[in-house]
Protein backbone atom coordinates (compact mmCIF):
# COMPACT_ATOMS: atom_id res chain seq x y z
CA UNK A 1 0.00 0.00 0.00
CA UNK A 2 3.16 2.36 0.56
CA UNK A 3 4.48 1.87 -2.45
CA UNK A 4 1.17 2.09 -4.51
CA UNK A 5 0.94 5.94 -2.73
CA UNK A 6 4.49 6.82 -3.14
CA UNK A 7 4.00 5.83 -6.99
CA UNK A 8 0.65 7.78 -7.17
CA UNK A 9 2.84 10.44 -5.51
CA UNK A 10 5.44 10.62 -7.98
CA UNK A 11 2.75 10.78 -11.34
CA UNK A 12 1.22 13.64 -9.69
CA UNK A 13 4.93 15.11 -9.01
CA UNK A 14 6.22 14.55 -12.67
CA UNK A 15 2.69 15.82 -14.23
CA UNK A 16 2.72 18.25 -11.97
CA UNK A 17 6.35 19.54 -13.13
CA UNK A 18 5.61 18.71 -16.37
CA UNK A 19 2.83 21.19 -16.82
CA UNK A 20 4.99 23.50 -14.95
CA UNK A 21 7.91 23.50 -17.62
CA UNK A 22 5.48 23.85 -20.53
CA UNK A 23 3.87 27.22 -18.34
CA UNK A 24 5.30 29.95 -20.22
CA UNK A 25 6.40 33.54 -18.94
CA UNK A 26 6.21 36.39 -20.81
CA UNK A 27 8.09 39.40 -20.98
CA UNK A 28 6.97 42.72 -22.67
CA UNK A 29 9.30 45.46 -24.08
CA UNK A 30 9.02 49.14 -24.95
CA UNK A 31 5.41 50.71 -26.07
CA UNK A 32 4.75 50.68 -29.82
CA UNK A 33 2.40 51.36 -32.24
CA UNK A 34 0.48 49.19 -34.25
CA UNK A 35 0.38 50.14 -37.86
CA UNK A 36 -2.18 48.07 -39.19
CA UNK A 37 -5.08 49.60 -37.72
CA UNK A 38 -4.22 53.22 -39.82
CA UNK A 39 -3.43 56.43 -37.57
CA UNK A 40 -5.60 59.02 -36.09
CA UNK A 41 -6.03 62.96 -36.54
CA UNK A 42 -5.09 65.15 -34.32
CA UNK A 43 -6.99 68.77 -34.93
CA UNK A 44 -5.45 71.78 -33.73
CA UNK A 45 -7.69 74.81 -32.24
CA UNK A 46 -7.53 78.54 -31.36
CA UNK A 47 -8.08 79.32 -28.44
CA UNK A 48 -10.19 82.14 -27.79
CA UNK A 49 -10.01 84.86 -24.95
CA UNK A 50 -7.86 82.23 -22.55
CA UNK A 51 -10.68 79.65 -23.53
CA UNK A 52 -11.78 76.72 -25.92
CA UNK A 53 -14.79 74.72 -26.61
CA UNK A 54 -15.23 71.03 -25.38
CA UNK A 55 -18.33 69.28 -26.36
CA UNK A 56 -19.90 72.69 -26.24
CA UNK A 57 -19.09 73.53 -23.42
CA UNK A 58 -16.52 76.72 -22.33
CA UNK A 59 -13.56 75.90 -20.08
CA UNK A 60 -10.74 78.31 -19.49
CA UNK A 61 -7.13 78.02 -19.69
CA UNK A 62 -4.39 78.81 -17.42
CA UNK A 63 -1.11 79.00 -19.32
CA UNK A 64 2.40 78.57 -18.08
CA UNK A 65 3.87 81.30 -16.46
CA UNK A 66 5.65 83.93 -18.77
CA UNK A 67 3.85 82.62 -21.36
CA UNK A 68 3.72 83.66 -24.66
CA UNK A 69 0.30 83.08 -26.39
CA UNK A 70 1.26 83.92 -29.74
CA UNK A 71 1.13 80.91 -32.04
CA UNK A 72 -0.24 78.99 -29.88
CA UNK A 73 -2.86 76.42 -30.68
CA UNK A 74 -4.87 73.69 -28.52
CA UNK A 75 -6.03 70.08 -28.90
CA UNK A 76 -7.35 66.84 -26.83
CA UNK A 77 -6.02 63.51 -26.41
CA UNK A 78 -8.13 60.56 -25.91
CA UNK A 79 -7.06 59.58 -22.44
CA UNK A 80 -9.30 57.51 -20.13
CA UNK A 81 -6.89 57.19 -16.95
CA UNK A 82 -7.52 60.90 -15.35
CA UNK A 83 -10.19 60.62 -12.06
CA UNK A 84 -11.99 63.79 -12.31
CA UNK A 85 -10.71 65.75 -14.85
CA UNK A 86 -12.15 68.27 -16.64
CA UNK A 87 -11.83 67.16 -19.83
CA UNK A 88 -14.51 63.86 -20.29
CA UNK A 89 -12.04 60.97 -20.79
CA UNK A 90 -9.55 63.57 -22.35
CA UNK A 91 -6.23 65.51 -21.35
CA UNK A 92 -5.67 69.07 -22.93
CA UNK A 93 -2.21 70.00 -24.85
CA UNK A 94 -0.97 72.88 -25.56
CA UNK A 95 0.98 73.76 -29.08
CA UNK A 96 3.01 77.05 -29.38
CA UNK A 97 5.14 77.78 -32.48
CA UNK A 98 3.11 75.52 -34.68
CA UNK A 99 3.65 77.42 -37.82
CA UNK A 100 7.48 76.72 -37.52
CA UNK A 101 6.63 72.67 -38.25
CA UNK A 102 8.98 72.81 -34.81
CA UNK A 103 6.12 73.02 -32.06
CA UNK A 104 6.21 72.65 -28.33
CA UNK A 105 4.35 70.66 -26.54
CA UNK A 106 2.89 71.16 -22.89
CA UNK A 107 0.66 68.45 -21.49
CA UNK A 108 -1.97 69.00 -18.79
CA UNK A 109 -1.08 66.75 -16.87
CA UNK A 110 -3.80 66.27 -14.10
CA UNK A 111 -6.45 67.52 -16.19
CA UNK A 112 -7.38 70.19 -14.25
CA UNK A 113 -6.64 72.94 -17.44
CA UNK A 114 -4.00 74.52 -15.78
CA UNK A 115 -0.75 74.04 -17.54
CA UNK A 116 1.31 76.22 -15.03
CA UNK A 117 1.52 73.15 -12.27
CA UNK A 118 2.79 70.45 -14.64
CA UNK A 119 6.18 69.24 -16.12
CA UNK A 120 8.55 70.01 -18.64
CA UNK A 121 7.30 70.73 -22.26
CA UNK A 122 8.23 68.87 -25.13
CA UNK A 123 10.03 70.16 -28.30
CA UNK A 124 8.84 68.52 -31.93
CA UNK A 125 11.95 68.15 -34.48
CA UNK A 126 11.20 69.14 -37.57
CA UNK A 127 10.54 65.98 -40.09
CA UNK A 128 10.30 63.67 -36.92
CA UNK A 129 7.79 63.39 -34.08
CA UNK A 130 7.46 63.52 -30.54
CA UNK A 131 5.83 61.42 -28.00
CA UNK A 132 3.50 62.58 -25.49
CA UNK A 133 3.22 60.16 -22.30
CA UNK A 134 0.48 60.66 -19.78
CA UNK A 135 0.20 58.91 -16.65
CA UNK A 136 -2.76 57.27 -14.87
CA UNK A 137 -3.97 59.30 -11.44
CA UNK A 138 -4.44 56.51 -9.41
CA UNK A 139 -1.97 54.24 -10.03
CA UNK A 140 1.05 56.37 -11.78
CA UNK A 141 2.98 53.69 -12.82
CA UNK A 142 0.81 53.17 -15.37
CA UNK A 143 1.00 55.22 -18.54
CA UNK A 144 -0.39 55.81 -21.73
CA UNK A 145 1.42 57.40 -24.72
CA UNK A 146 0.74 59.03 -28.45
CA UNK A 147 3.06 59.97 -31.19
CA UNK A 148 2.28 62.71 -32.80
CA UNK A 149 4.07 63.17 -36.51
CA UNK A 150 2.72 65.39 -39.64
CA UNK A 151 0.60 63.50 -42.14
CA UNK A 152 0.00 64.28 -45.61
CA UNK A 153 -3.51 65.03 -44.86
CA UNK A 154 -5.67 66.33 -47.46
CA UNK A 155 -7.28 69.41 -47.98
CA UNK A 156 -10.42 68.46 -49.12
CA UNK A 157 -11.42 65.98 -45.96
CA UNK A 158 -10.41 69.31 -43.41
CA UNK A 159 -13.89 69.99 -42.95
CA UNK A 160 -15.49 66.72 -43.32
CA UNK A 161 -13.03 66.11 -39.78
CA UNK A 162 -13.74 69.15 -38.09
CA UNK A 163 -17.23 67.95 -37.89
CA UNK A 164 -15.97 65.01 -35.68
CA UNK A 165 -14.84 64.60 -32.19
CA UNK A 166 -15.52 66.83 -28.55
CA UNK A 167 -13.65 69.80 -30.56
CA UNK A 168 -16.15 70.10 -33.06
CA UNK A 169 -18.49 73.12 -31.90
CA UNK A 170 -17.87 77.03 -31.28
CA UNK A 171 -14.30 76.46 -31.73
CA UNK A 172 -11.98 77.79 -34.60
CA UNK A 173 -9.87 75.35 -36.05
CA UNK A 174 -6.04 75.80 -37.40
CA UNK A 175 -5.69 74.92 -41.19
CA UNK A 176 -5.26 71.28 -42.07
CA UNK A 177 -1.46 71.76 -42.62
CA UNK A 178 -0.73 72.12 -39.16
CA UNK A 179 -2.68 68.70 -37.71
CA UNK A 180 -0.67 65.45 -36.68
CA UNK A 181 -1.07 62.08 -37.70
CA UNK A 182 -1.13 60.33 -34.66
CA UNK A 183 -0.60 56.55 -33.32
CA UNK A 184 -1.10 55.35 -30.19
CA UNK A 185 1.22 54.14 -27.88
CA UNK A 186 -0.89 51.52 -25.73
CA UNK A 187 0.51 48.15 -26.72
CA UNK A 188 3.63 46.23 -25.29
CA UNK A 189 5.50 43.63 -27.35
CA UNK A 190 7.24 40.51 -26.90
CA UNK A 191 8.26 37.44 -28.61
CA UNK A 192 7.95 34.06 -27.68
CA UNK A 193 9.37 31.00 -28.39
CA UNK A 194 7.25 27.88 -28.43
CA UNK A 195 8.14 24.29 -30.16
CA UNK A 196 10.89 26.25 -31.89
CA UNK A 197 8.03 28.81 -33.21
CA UNK A 198 8.78 32.10 -32.34
CA UNK A 199 5.36 34.11 -32.12
CA UNK A 200 4.89 38.04 -31.54
CA UNK A 201 2.97 38.94 -28.95
CA UNK A 202 1.41 41.98 -27.74
CA UNK A 203 -0.69 43.51 -24.77
CA UNK A 204 -3.18 46.04 -25.86
CA UNK A 205 -4.45 49.04 -23.85
CA UNK A 206 -8.07 48.51 -25.30
CA UNK A 207 -9.76 51.46 -22.87
CA UNK A 208 -6.48 53.83 -23.41
CA UNK A 209 -6.20 54.74 -19.58
CA UNK A 210 -2.31 53.16 -18.83
CA UNK A 211 -3.01 49.76 -18.04
CA UNK A 212 -3.29 46.21 -19.36
CA UNK A 213 -4.90 44.18 -16.81
CA UNK A 214 -8.55 45.71 -17.41
CA UNK A 215 -10.67 42.60 -17.67
CA UNK A 216 -13.42 42.88 -20.42
CA UNK A 217 -11.83 45.12 -21.91
CA UNK A 218 -7.66 45.21 -22.79
CA UNK A 219 -5.95 42.38 -25.39
CA UNK A 220 -3.80 39.89 -26.03
CA UNK A 221 -2.95 40.54 -29.57
CA UNK A 222 -1.33 37.58 -31.65
CA UNK A 223 0.70 38.27 -34.71
CA UNK A 224 -0.45 36.64 -38.32
CA UNK A 225 2.11 34.18 -38.60
CA UNK A 226 2.18 34.54 -42.45
CA UNK A 227 2.96 38.38 -42.72
CA UNK A 228 3.99 39.37 -39.40
CA UNK A 229 1.13 41.98 -38.94
CA UNK A 230 -0.71 42.70 -35.96
CA UNK A 231 -4.42 43.90 -35.28
CA UNK A 232 -6.34 45.15 -32.44
CA UNK A 233 -9.49 42.88 -34.09
CA UNK A 234 -10.40 39.71 -32.54
CA UNK A 235 -10.88 38.79 -36.76
CA UNK A 236 -7.24 39.03 -36.65
CA UNK A 237 -5.98 37.49 -33.83
CA UNK A 238 -6.77 39.76 -30.44
CA UNK A 239 -8.25 38.18 -27.40
CA UNK A 240 -9.93 40.03 -25.15
CA UNK A 241 -8.71 39.67 -21.44
CA UNK A 242 -10.72 37.60 -18.95
CA UNK A 243 -10.77 34.72 -16.69
CA UNK A 244 -11.15 32.30 -19.80
CA UNK A 245 -8.90 34.01 -22.32
CA UNK A 246 -7.01 31.53 -24.78
CA UNK A 247 -4.66 31.50 -27.22
CA UNK A 248 -3.20 29.67 -29.58
CA UNK A 249 0.63 28.98 -30.54
CA UNK A 250 1.06 26.38 -33.04
CA UNK A 251 -2.10 24.51 -32.32
CA UNK A 252 -1.80 24.62 -28.91
CA UNK A 253 -3.97 26.45 -26.64
CA UNK A 254 -2.49 28.35 -23.32
CA UNK A 255 -4.74 30.51 -20.86
CA UNK A 256 -4.01 33.72 -20.19
CA UNK A 257 -3.04 34.91 -17.02
CA UNK A 258 -1.37 37.38 -14.76
CA UNK A 259 -1.46 40.24 -16.69
CA UNK A 260 1.15 42.38 -15.27
CA UNK A 261 -0.96 45.91 -14.66
CA UNK A 262 2.28 48.26 -16.25
CA UNK A 263 2.14 45.48 -19.01
CA UNK A 264 5.59 43.90 -18.05
CA UNK A 265 4.74 40.66 -18.06
CA UNK A 266 2.17 37.72 -17.90
CA UNK A 267 1.85 34.15 -18.19
CA UNK A 268 0.03 31.34 -20.46
CA UNK A 269 -0.42 28.23 -19.02
CA UNK A 270 -1.26 25.19 -21.31
CA UNK A 271 -4.94 23.95 -21.72
CA UNK A 272 -4.15 20.10 -20.38
CA UNK A 273 -7.38 19.75 -19.34
CA UNK A 274 -11.05 21.84 -18.54
CA UNK A 275 -10.36 24.95 -21.14
CA UNK A 276 -13.78 26.01 -23.02
CA UNK A 277 -12.89 27.36 -26.51
CA UNK A 278 -15.74 29.87 -28.01
CA UNK A 279 -16.78 28.97 -31.02
CA UNK A 280 -15.94 31.46 -33.37
CA UNK A 281 -16.04 31.49 -37.00
CA UNK A 282 -12.38 31.96 -38.86
CA UNK A 283 -10.49 31.97 -42.37
CA UNK A 284 -11.32 28.50 -44.10
CA UNK A 285 -14.43 27.79 -41.90
CA UNK A 286 -18.14 27.64 -43.95
CA UNK A 287 -20.85 30.31 -42.74
CA UNK A 288 -22.72 29.04 -39.74
CA UNK A 289 -26.61 28.09 -39.41
CA UNK A 290 -27.19 31.45 -38.05
CA UNK A 291 -30.83 32.95 -37.89
CA UNK A 292 -31.04 36.88 -39.12
CA UNK A 293 -34.48 38.81 -40.26
CA UNK A 294 -34.41 39.47 -43.38
CA UNK A 295 -35.89 43.33 -45.17
CA UNK A 296 -39.03 41.92 -46.09
CA UNK A 297 -39.32 40.18 -42.35
CA UNK A 298 -38.90 36.40 -43.15
CA UNK A 299 -36.27 34.23 -41.30
CA UNK A 300 -33.83 33.24 -43.08
CA UNK A 301 -30.22 31.77 -42.37
CA UNK A 302 -26.88 32.64 -43.77
CA UNK A 303 -25.47 29.46 -44.85
CA UNK A 304 -28.18 29.15 -47.04
CA UNK A 305 -28.12 32.65 -48.82
CA UNK A 306 -24.98 32.25 -51.01
CA UNK A 307 -25.89 31.86 -55.00
CA UNK A 308 -24.05 29.03 -56.47
CA UNK A 309 -20.78 30.41 -58.65
CA UNK A 310 -20.69 33.33 -56.68
CA UNK A 311 -18.53 35.35 -54.36
CA UNK A 312 -20.78 36.29 -51.31
CA UNK A 313 -19.94 39.70 -49.24
CA UNK A 314 -21.29 40.13 -45.79
CA UNK A 315 -21.65 43.82 -45.47
CA UNK A 316 -22.45 45.05 -41.31
CA UNK A 317 -23.22 48.61 -40.96
CA UNK A 318 -25.21 50.94 -39.43
CA UNK A 319 -26.90 54.26 -40.42
CA UNK A 320 -25.01 55.87 -37.19
CA UNK A 321 -21.69 54.76 -38.25
CA UNK A 322 -20.08 57.60 -41.26
CA UNK A 323 -17.69 55.62 -42.64
CA UNK A 324 -20.69 53.17 -43.47
CA UNK A 325 -21.89 55.95 -45.41
CA UNK A 326 -18.92 57.67 -46.89
CA UNK A 327 -18.28 53.53 -48.19
CA UNK A 328 -21.31 53.14 -49.48
CA UNK A 329 -20.85 54.32 -53.15
CA UNK A 330 -17.32 52.02 -53.22
CA UNK A 331 -19.24 49.42 -52.29
CA UNK A 332 -22.34 49.79 -55.36
CA UNK A 333 -19.30 50.49 -57.56
CA UNK A 334 -17.64 46.98 -56.54
CA UNK A 335 -21.30 45.52 -57.10
CA UNK A 336 -21.98 47.09 -60.28
CA UNK A 337 -18.74 45.73 -61.71
CA UNK A 338 -18.91 42.76 -60.87
CA UNK A 339 -22.60 41.48 -60.44
CA UNK A 340 -22.24 38.66 -62.42
CA UNK A 341 -19.59 36.78 -59.50
CA UNK A 342 -20.40 38.56 -56.47
CA UNK A 343 -23.44 38.83 -54.44
CA UNK A 344 -23.97 41.21 -51.03
CA UNK A 345 -25.75 40.62 -48.28
CA UNK A 346 -26.05 43.68 -45.85
CA UNK A 347 -26.87 43.36 -42.40
CA UNK A 348 -27.69 46.37 -40.48
CA UNK A 349 -26.98 46.79 -36.55
CA UNK A 350 -27.74 49.29 -34.22
CA UNK A 351 -30.89 50.94 -35.95
CA UNK A 352 -34.45 50.95 -35.67
CA UNK A 353 -35.99 48.84 -38.23
CA UNK A 354 -38.26 51.51 -38.93
CA UNK A 355 -35.08 54.12 -39.57
CA UNK A 356 -33.50 51.64 -41.74
CA UNK A 357 -37.17 51.00 -44.19
CA UNK A 358 -37.17 55.09 -44.62
CA UNK A 359 -33.29 54.90 -45.20
CA UNK A 360 -34.07 52.48 -48.36
CA UNK A 361 -37.41 54.19 -49.61
CA UNK A 362 -34.80 57.30 -50.60
CA UNK A 363 -31.80 54.84 -51.12
CA UNK A 364 -32.81 52.01 -53.01
CA UNK A 365 -30.31 49.27 -53.02
CA UNK A 366 -28.58 47.74 -55.92
CA UNK A 367 -29.21 44.33 -54.31
CA UNK A 368 -31.88 42.49 -52.74
CA UNK A 369 -30.09 40.81 -49.78
CA UNK A 370 -30.71 42.62 -46.82
CA UNK A 371 -31.73 42.15 -43.43
CA UNK A 372 -30.78 43.11 -39.67
CA UNK A 373 -27.97 41.59 -37.99
CA UNK A 374 -28.30 39.51 -34.74
CA UNK A 375 -25.97 39.81 -31.34
CA UNK A 376 -25.36 35.64 -32.31
CA UNK A 377 -23.91 36.81 -35.51
CA UNK A 378 -21.54 39.81 -34.05
CA UNK A 379 -20.17 37.59 -31.24
CA UNK A 380 -19.41 34.07 -33.76
CA UNK A 381 -17.52 36.50 -36.41
CA UNK A 382 -15.81 38.73 -34.04
CA UNK A 383 -17.46 42.11 -35.40
CA UNK A 384 -16.02 44.88 -33.46
CA UNK A 385 -15.76 48.12 -35.90
CA UNK A 386 -18.00 49.41 -39.02
CA UNK A 387 -18.52 48.74 -41.30
CA UNK A 388 -17.23 44.85 -41.29
CA UNK A 389 -17.03 43.24 -44.52
CA UNK A 390 -16.85 39.32 -44.44
CA UNK A 391 -16.02 37.69 -47.85
CA UNK A 392 -16.74 34.05 -48.86
CA UNK A 393 -15.45 32.18 -52.30
CA UNK A 394 -17.45 30.34 -54.55
CA UNK A 395 -16.87 27.44 -52.70
CA UNK A 396 -17.98 28.65 -50.03
CA UNK A 397 -15.33 29.00 -47.58
CA UNK A 398 -15.04 32.32 -45.65
CA UNK A 399 -11.51 33.97 -47.33
CA UNK A 400 -11.65 37.11 -45.07
CA UNK A 401 -12.90 38.68 -41.91
CA UNK A 402 -13.01 42.42 -41.51
CA UNK A 403 -11.62 42.84 -44.60
CA UNK A 404 -11.29 46.23 -46.68
CA UNK A 405 -13.10 46.87 -50.18
CA UNK A 406 -9.56 47.16 -51.99
CA UNK A 407 -8.73 43.78 -50.79
CA UNK A 408 -12.42 42.96 -51.73
CA UNK A 409 -11.73 44.47 -55.34
CA UNK A 410 -8.40 42.52 -55.79
CA UNK A 411 -9.69 39.50 -55.01
CA UNK A 412 -13.09 39.28 -57.08
CA UNK A 413 -11.26 40.76 -59.85
CA UNK A 414 -8.79 38.19 -60.44
Known sequence: ?????????????????????????????????????????????????????????????????????????FTTIYFTGIENGMLDRSIGVLVTDYTSKKPTFYIDGNGNMD????????????????????????????????????ASLKKENENFLSQMGPLARNNEFVAIDYWFGEYRLNNRFAEVTHEGTTYTIALHDYNCNGTFDDKGKDKILLANPYDQTVSTQRQHGAEIYSDSAIITLGGRHFQVKNIDKTGKSMQLLPCNDGCEIANRIRVG????????????????????????????????????????????????????????????????WGDLPASVYTHYKTHKP??????????????????ESYPNFILVDPSGK?????????????????
Not at 33 to 49: E, R
Not at 127 to 143: A, I, K, W
Not at 369 to 382: R, V
Request: aromatic content about 14%; proline content about 2%; overall charge negative.
Open 1 to 73: MKNYIYLLCLILSVQSSIYAQESIDVTFGKYDKVTSNGYGVTKLIKPTHDSIYFSGKPYKITYPNSFDVVDTA
Open 115 to 150: FSDDGVPLDFQQDTFVDLYFNNSEFRDGRFGVRLFY
Open 285 to 348: DTLSHSMFTALDSTERYLNEVQEEGKYLLLDVWGLWCKGCLMQQPHLEKIYTDNSDRLQILSLN
Open 366 to 383: LWNDNGFATKEILEQYMV
Open 398 to 414: IIKLGTRLNEVEAIIGD
